[in-house]
């Protein structure tokens, strides 16, 4: 970070209450979405609402998964929306569902036009404690900081002049005046509750959800961004629910020092300025209107999306098996609406972003998995260090060293390998 601002705070984390609360929440968080689609043209909204019932089997229960993890489906103000359950962050099983769910629309005829928006809730189920207001006032602050990177990382349009929908329903106007640094979590909500200017759900990040204790801790955890423009591409949605979880486990690190700031005065007025840009209601029809957004302002707006994956790159470490950081990263560079104005469709888009999921993708052979069952059942063991455990490996399955070097560290990659001196054997880590 340039400029890695720490406003102090009376109550911090200790390192154990950061590793206690990362491990926590990482347990317990399920990110839910809600996409809204418009309906095929010449077809009744409740013809088509009707095709994807009986298409997708809502469970009409937050406790069944269902066959598809859709809770319902209702008429929105663009067509429908599909409420996706949330659940335990797994990449594979999330690209899964999402590309079932988004088979079905785009076979139905579904479209994400400028009035469709993409909203992403992390929900605590299942905590039975408060969480720490610092680790809001962090996450809140990031958000702030990030906004126009965030806004464009997740952009959807098909027009240079329009990359994003208009910001009626996801408004920035009073989240970037309300700093953590000079209110408490409890009163920015008030303040976003009592506004005039933006309703209090369609605020850029939405804190509705949220209550306080006496304290001023938060219980219930839950949050909404509302900024992203819907998303027909599985593999890109699938990445970012992995971004907003790494921000929220990057508040809690964050919590141990104080408040991040949103940056310096000068850097902090061009973000307001670009976000404006960027985020307005000056658009034809539901679009905003960014034809004032210059290649400079994208330029920055990338450099900006960097920083913001270099911060959270160590947290992404956490994730065994998962490409998002990479996807993340081609994104950063192309997002969604720039591959569209490139002409790009959605099949070709998910094309791309599978292909970069699954660039480092490993594929098992025989012998892989006689090595993993070794180590898992710890067949080999008693040894006296990880180079004998190394030869005997090698011997006991007709390697090279060099070959099954090559394997070990693709093994690394999937579930992470220590050497445990007490047992004198590899180990897996997850």
């Not at 154990?16 to 347990?27: C, M, N």
């Not at 207001?133 to 464009?152: D, H, M």
């Not at 307005?280 to 913001?308: F, P």
Request: hydrophobic fraction near 35%; include cysteine; glycine fraction near 6%.
């Amino acid at each position: 970070m340039k400029d890695p601002i720490i406003l102090p705070s009376k109550k911090t984390l200790s390192p154990s209450e950061d590793s206690y609360w990362k491990d926590l929440l990482y347990r317990v968080t399920k990110i839910g979405t809600e996409l809204e689609v418009a309906i095929p043209k010449k077809i009744k909204r409740a013809v088509f609402e009707e095709e994807i019932n009986q298409a997708l089997q809502p469970s009409h229960s937050l406790e069944k998964l269902g066959s598809n993890g859709v809770l319902d489906i209702t008429p929105e103000h663009c067509g429908i929306e599909i409420r996706i359950i949330g659940r335990q962050p797994h990449f594979r099983k999330l690209q899964e569902q999402y590309t079932r769910i988004l088979q079905v629309l785009q076979e139905k005829g579904a479209r994400p036009k400028a009035t469709c928006g993409l909203h992403f809730h992390l929900l605590t189920p299942g905590l039975g404690e408060p969480v720490p207001e610092l680790i809001l006032a962090n996450l809140w602050n990031l958000t702030r900081r990030y906004a126009p990177e965030l806004k464009f990382i997740t952009s959807g349009g098909e027009k240079r002049e329009s990359l994003c929908r208009r910001r009626n329903h996801n408004s920035h106007l009073e989240m970037v005046n309300l700093s953590p640094g000079m209110m408490t979590m409890q009163e920015i909500k008030t303040a976003l509750k009592q506004s005039r200017r933006v309703p209090e759900h369609q605020n850029f990040l939405n804190l509705e959800h949220i209550d306080f204790t006496e304290t001023g801790d938060l219980f219930p955890f839950h949050v909404e961004f509302r900024f992203p423009d819907a998303d027909f591409s599985a593999t890109s949605i699938t990445a970012k629910t992995f971004l907003f979880l790494a921000m929220l486990l990057k508040a809690v690190d964050l919590s141990q020092y104080g408040v991040i700031h949103v940056g310096k005065v000068q850097p902090w007025r061009r973000k307001v300025e670009i976000l404006d840009q960027l985020s307005n209601n000056e658009g034809n029809l539901a679009t905003s209107d960014t034809s004032g957004v210059t290649d400079e302002m994208i330029e920055e707006l990338r450099q900006g999306c960097y920083e913001l994956l270099d911060l959270l790159a160590p947290t992404f470490n956490r994730f065994i098996d998962n490409p998002a950081l990479d996807i993340l990263t081609a994104l950063a560079e192309q997002p969604i609406s720039l591959m569209r104005c490139a002409g790009y469709d959605w099949p070709e888009i998910e094309s791309i972003l599978v292909n970069r999921a699954n660039q480092d993708e490993i594929g098992f052979d025989e012998t892989d998995r006689r090595l993993m069952q070794c180590i898992e059942l710890g067949e080999w063991e008693n040894l006296a260090s990880p180079d004998a455990w190394r030869w005997h490996a090698a011997r006991n399955l007709y390697l090279t060293p060099q070959s099954l070097e090559r394997r070990l560290q693709e093994l690394d990659k999937l579930r992470g390998l220590s050497w445990d001196s007490r047992q004198g054997k590899m180990v897996f880590q997850s």
